[in-house]
């Protein structure tokens, strides 16, 4: 069999896993007159914006074919709904691809969540509507005992290209070498699905990421997977992580705005409890703040 078709194979599952979850039906909201009189001109006469993602994030983006479920895809259903704009998706290859599609207009934003970093805000703005935190995915019973980076040396450990746990896993392996201890072997991949079945099947010995969705794919792998270095910055500050659009776009203070509409109303509350997310959710949304990266 394929390696893309064991992907497609391993993730048609986790999507219908939480089929029962995305029949959870979220009550309709009205149109915020004020709010919509905001957007810019282009896209009130086009009706519509167009949110970008990357490939599957569960549990917030699950991306099956041109359709996307999960906790974002629920929250800009409602903040559409907020607007009085139909807001579609799009999926590019990578993190990399969709800052480019931002930055350069073809896309109006990416909701994400997206790490929100120093480094990033110099080119983009980022509305932060979840904290998360960075953890391992390994084997059933942690084979190779990876409970923190320190332990991450000599083993294969697999990655989201473009990434913060990337940068945080690569600067860890460079570390590893300088104390006389053998380099990480960092495997990037464009999407978590493909990161995730390395571990499943053991071509990697762990999966560095966003505690959230690793929780979620735990959750789905019967058994096979469990999480470690839970509890311990792990290279990382505070994260916050959020939406995404162009340095000083209007987007920005309207969509702390909605969000803050939809916090007051418990839709975001309800969405986020809906797809296990309770541990992720903040009180306010706020622009930039995130913190800096490991050097």
């Not at 009550?27 to 009130?44: G, T």
């Not at 104390?179 to 978590?192: I, L, M, P, R």
């Not at 071509?203 to 990421?209: K, N, P, V």
């Not at 007051?264 to 997310?277: F, P, Q, R």
Request: hydrophobic content about 40%.
């Amino acid at each position: 069999m394929s390696h893309k078709k064991l992907i497609a194979l391993t993730f048609a599952g986790f999507a219908l896993a939480c089929g029962a979850q995305a029949q959870d039906a979220i009550p309709k909201l009205e149109v915020n007159k004020q709010l919509h009189d905001r957007l810019p001109e282009d896209i009130k006469t086009a009706g519509k914006m167009i949110s970008v993602n990357n490939g599957s994030f569960p549990p917030y983006e699950i991306v099956t074919g041109t359709e996307m479920t999960g906790a974002s895809a629920d929250l800009t259903d409602a903040l559409g709904q907020v607007l009085g704009v139909k807001i579609e998706h799009a999926t590019v290859g990578g993190l990399p691809a969709l800052l480019a599609g931002v930055n350069s207009g073809r896309y109006q934003f990416a909701f994400g969540p997206v790490g929100d970093y120093k480094d990033r805000e110099t080119a983009n703005d980022f509305v932060d509507w979840v904290q998360e935190f960075v953890v391992f995915a390994t084997l059933k019973g942690n084979p190779k005992g990876i409970s923190s980076l320190d332990t991450a040396c000599g083993q294969r450990v697999s990655v989201m290209a473009g990434g913060s746990a990337e940068r945080v896993i690569k600067v860890q392996s460079e570390k590893c070498v300088t104390e006389g201890k053998g380099a990480v072997e960092v495997q990037s991949y464009t999407d978590q699905p493909a990161s995730i079945l390395a571990v499943r099947s053991k071509r990697a010995d762990a999966f560095f990421s966003s505690q959230a969705p690793l929780t979620y794919f735990v959750s789905q792998a019967n058994g096979q997977l469990e999480l470690a270095g839970v509890g311990q910055k792990n290279g990382f500050e505070d994260i916050f992580q959020g939406a995404v659009v162009p340095k000083g776009s209007p987007l920005g203070p309207l969509f702390v705005d909605a969000i803050k509409v939809l916090m007051d109303n418990g839709t975001y509350g309800a969405i986020m409890k809906k797809w296990g997310l309770e541990n992720n959710m903040i009180k306010q949304p706020g622009i930039n703040l995130g913190g800096q990266l490991p050097k």
